[in-house]
């Protein structure tokens, strides 16, 4: 018998709270269907360009957890075939957990999010460190973004997942709030002129 994808999060010790909890009904007909999604659909590529806020989960061998803040301009995580996605890693504090972590286990987990649209996705997987691949760096690196590209992380998806919005602040981005103030500017400036136009009109029939 095939398990569930979302197995890969629900195991017995989950599902015995759910049924503690009275939401086990629920989650299994979810696994009916076959449970969360599983690889790169057109979907979540299509999430991935307005996402520029990643959460990238990491643990020791022995199991010690570690969780690292990615971020860059929209689309900075891109698709490379129907189950990895990847993205450049730049040069920060260099203590270089994940990467560590990703050296003798390679079980990762990415919680990516869009606070303006109020939007979550949880992917389960796999992931590895590429060092030294220009070719790949020059494909997953932002145009004119200013960071140095250390190395690549490539993610293998196994599964994933939205989640409901609820409890999610809604954050706008300065450029974005930027740009529609200017335009909002540049409307207003333009009917300030056709005002001033219809008064000069206006006084000159009077």
Not at 8 to 13: L, S
Not at 21 to 33: C, D, V
Not at 95 to 117: H, P
Request: proline share 4%; charged share 25%.
């Amino acid at each position: 018998m095939q398990h569930p994808s979302s197995d890969i999060a629900f195991t017995p010790a989950v599902k015995d709270i759910q049924r503690r909890r009275q939401s086990r009904a629920f989650y299994e007909k979810m696994e009916a269907q076959g449970g969360f999604r599983t690889g790169v659909t057109p979907e979540l590529v299509s999430f991935l360009t307005v996402v520029d806020t990643a959460f990238l989960a990491t643990a020791t061998k022995d199991g010690q957890p570690y969780a690292q803040h990615r971020g860059g301009p929209k689309g900075f995580i891109r698709a490379l075939d129907d189950e990895t996605i990847g993205f450049v890693d730049y040069s920060g504090n260099r203590q270089y957990v994940t990467t560590g972590n990703l050296s003798e286990n390679d079980q990762a987990f990415l919680f990516l999010i869009d606070y303006a649209e109020q939007r979550r996705v949880k992917l389960w997987g796999h992931a590895r460190v590429v060092e030294g691949d220009e070719e790949l760096t020059r494909r997953l690196m932002p145009e004119n973004y200013r960071a140095w590209p250390e190395q690549v992380i490539l993610f293998t998806v196994e599964a994933w997942d939205v989640n409901c919005k609820q409890h999610i602040p809604r954050k706008l981005d300065l450029a974005d709030v930027a740009g529609a103030i200017g335009h909002l500017e540049q409307r207003l400036a333009a009917a300030n002129a056709e005002i001033e136009r219809l008064r000069g009109l206006l006084g000159e029939r009077g």
